[in-house]
């Protein structure tokens, strides 16, 4: 192969490992949106969150896989009490109310985690080895290819898990038509709580590898802004659309970034937000979601 094809392969390869970790970042908004209608802005505090208490006790000298299990607990537990103590109140009340509750969730856990952890960057413990792969003259780290071996797991779990599951059928249930499953016996506020922990569960997966590849500090939350555009461009309901959105904003702002942040500087950063604004101008439910049509 040419240099320069060796080129776009690297930059694709790389785009697929970014685009992952925004997969996963993207799945728990599906997930909470998917079944309680709520756009939750603390998503990415959760991951932060999640990446800290792991580095906290891998310092402690609790071994990574141990840690990352303790994490992933804490996390959905976490997320219950936020769902029962936050979130259940607001029922019924105007969704902008119930968005604001969820920003002002974010601003709370970020200054917490400031005061807790305090601003200085981390470098997280990482597990994985430092040399780099290569394989037909392309180079790819191990922690991104943990990430995609991750990634592609958590979609054949979630896909077996709302496929075969009562609980998942229960909340596929709940996700199409709420007062339906009310009477079929399904709890509603049960799905929704589990909802929220699986969710803050996901998160934290997803901040652990992300402060893998990243320095670990409270700006590692801002990294959950990419993953709306892969939510939007995959669709607001779609968890296989979550994955793709993830996997092409990853990979077109890879290409991107190795063709023309040199000439454009910064251009890198702005094409998940071009993205955005064309999927909402084309096809504002996103590739996989399904158009709301309303009758009057």
């Known amino acids: 192969m040419t240099e320069q094809v060796i080129y776009f392969f690297q930059l694709v390869i790389s785009g697929v490992a970014v685009g992952s970790l925004y997969s996963l970042a993207a799945l728990g908004f599906v997930l909470i949106y998917k ?4 756009m939750n802005f603390a998503h990415g505090e959760a991951m932060m969150l999640g990446a800290f208490v792991c580095y906290a006790l891998i310092v402690a000298g609790i071994p990574f896989y141990g840690a990352m299990l303790i994490t992933v607990v804490m996390a959905m537990a976490f997320g219950l009490v936020t769902e029962r103590l936050v979130l259940r109140p607001m029922i019924g009340e105007p969704q ?13 856990l970020r200054s917490l985690a400031g005061i807790i952890f305090g601003h200085d960057n981390k470098i997280f413990p990482s597990p994985f080895a430092q040399e780099s792969l290569t394989l037909w003259g392309l180079v790819l780290s191990p922690t991104h290819l943990w990430a995609m071996i991750v990634s592609a797991f958590m979609v054949l779990v979630f896909f077996l ?50 402060s893998n590849v990243m320095v670990l500090n409270i700006a590692i939350c801002l990294v959950a802004i990419k993953a709306f555009p892969a939510v939007i461009l995959g669709g607001l309901e779609s968890i296989p659309g979550a994955i793709i ?14 063709y023309l942040d040199k000439s454009l500087p910064g ?15 084309i096809r504002p439910y996103g590739l996989f979601g399904k158009p709301e049509i309303e009758r009057v």
């Open 96 to 108: 902008f109310a119930v968005v604001m509750i969820t920003i002002g969730l974010s601003i709370f």
């Open 267 to 281: 251009v890198k950063d702005l094409t998940a937000f071009v993205v955005l604004f064309l999927v909402l101008m």
């Open 161 to 210: 898990f709302f496929k075969y599951s009562r609980v998942g059928l229960a909340m596929r249930g709940v996700a199409n038509d709420q007062d339906t499953a009310m009477l079929m016996g399904i709890s509603v506020k049960k799905v929704f709580a589990l909802t929220w922990g699986i969710a803050f569960g996901v998160a934290a997966v997803a901040g652990v590898f992300l």
């Open 35 to 38: 079944a309680t209608d709520i």
């Open 245 to 258: 959105g993830g996997l092409v904003i990853g990979v077109l702002e890879t290409l991107v970034g190795g």
